[in-house]
């Protein structure tokens, strides 16, 4: 017994290790085969800009998106997805635009790239290029005005996600309807335009000569923090692709995948995994989701009132009947319930 014992154990210790090694093999290869400055060259070549938050390129045949994740700090960096290329210690510097990106009247941008490569497409092998940055001319400079989408009549901001809800006027987009200053942060579209306008951030307080003043905007106590050009794609009255927007950093390629493991079975075991957890977590916070408008109406008053007076009857009756009892000494309730009640 003690045989079968032992070999049972060495079996699940050699399946465990089997294990792991299946799991960690994904960990260490990249998504991208850069191998030199040469693949990160040729990538340059293919940047070009999908919107304000978004540069896309093509290395090794697959397509990779470059994203800045806060638009509004003035650093312009954009960063590949975690894990597309190996890196020598901290954070992927990636593309970092120069100059003023995005002002008026701009017809090139210019750009250094900050991308470390490895010679055997493996994470422990990595040359850090920091030293040697390569120059760039980022193409489709049109594009980096998109800072928002249509999804049927409303407008998305596609760095946050953030849905612009129309209002009466044709033309005015706020954040926050039921704010306001329209939640600090309204678009107005130009003239007769879909595809153009100016987004506007408001606040309520500041002084005199900084109140915002627009004939569609019909509240004169709030004041002017800063605007910009915004031009705007898709179409109004079509639902945005995928109904999200956004540019999420992620790729046409996942890296999950790795040819030299298991993990293209692993990959969909877990991805329908995490798809069924979040199924779950909507339906129970659906359920513990409520609306006090829709759910508190008068009927629930009404019969919240019914019983809050059959209560107070019932609770008068009882205590009637202990105040008897203790007088004559009888009943239902001894002395001793009742002086501790």
């Not at 045989?3 to 994904?26: E, R, S």
């Not at 928002?148 to 209002?167: E, K, M, R, V």
């Not at 678009?187 to 309520?204: A, C, F, P």
């Not at 390629?253 to 995994?273: H, R, T």
Request: aromatic share 8%.
């Amino acid at each position: 017994m003690k045989i079968y014992k032992k070999i049972t154990l060495g079996l699940v210790l050699l399946l465990f290790a089997t294990g792991l090694f299946m799991l960690k093999a994904p960990d260490r290869a990249l998504a991208f085969d850069a191998q030199g400055q040469a693949d990160i060259q040729a990538l340059i070549g293919t940047l070009a800009f999908q919107d304000r938050g978004t540069i896309t390129g093509t290395i090794g045949g697959k397509s990779i998106s470059f994203v800045d994740n806060d638009i509004t700090d003035g650093t312009y960096n954009y960063k590949p997805p975690a894990g597309s290329f190996c890196q020598t210690g901290g954070s992927i510097n990636g593309i970092t635009l120069a100059g003023s990106p995005f002002g008026s009247g701009v017809t090139k941008v210019t750009a250094t790239v900050d991308l470390d490569y490895s010679a055997a497409n493996d994470a422990a092998s990595c040359t850090d290029t920091k030293p040697n940055k390569l120059n760039a001319n980022i193409d489709q400079v049109a594009n980096r005005l998109i800072s928002f989408q249509w999804n049927t009549d409303d407008l998305i901001q596609i760095a946050t996600g953030d849905t612009f809800s129309h209002t009466a006027d044709a033309s005015l987009f706020e954040k926050d309807k039921t704010d306001s200053c329209g939640g600090g942060d309204i678009v107005v579209l130009d003239n007769g335009s879909t595809t153009s306008g100016t987004e506007y951030i408001l606040s309520k307080a500041g002084t005199p000569n900084q109140k915002f003043n627009d004939p569609r905007f019909q509240n004169s106590t709030c004041y002017l923090v800063s605007s910009r050009a915004v031009t705007i794609s898709g179409t109004k009255g079509v639902a945005a692709p995928g109904s999200g927007g956004g540019a999420n950093g992620t790729t046409t390629n996942s890296s999950c995948v790795d040819e030299q493991s298991l993990s293209w079975l692993l990959c969909p075991i877990i991805n329908g995994l995490s798809k069924s957890a979040d199924g779950i977590s909507s339906f129970v916070s659906s359920q513990l989701n409520f609306s006090v408008n829709d759910n508190l109406n008068g009927s629930v008053k009404k019969a919240w009132t019914v019983f809050r007076s059959l209560t107070s009857v019932i609770l008068v009756i009882v205590m009637l009947i202990m105040v008897f009892s203790q007088a004559f000494g009888g009943g239902p309730f001894d002395a001793y319930t009742v002086r501790s009640l």
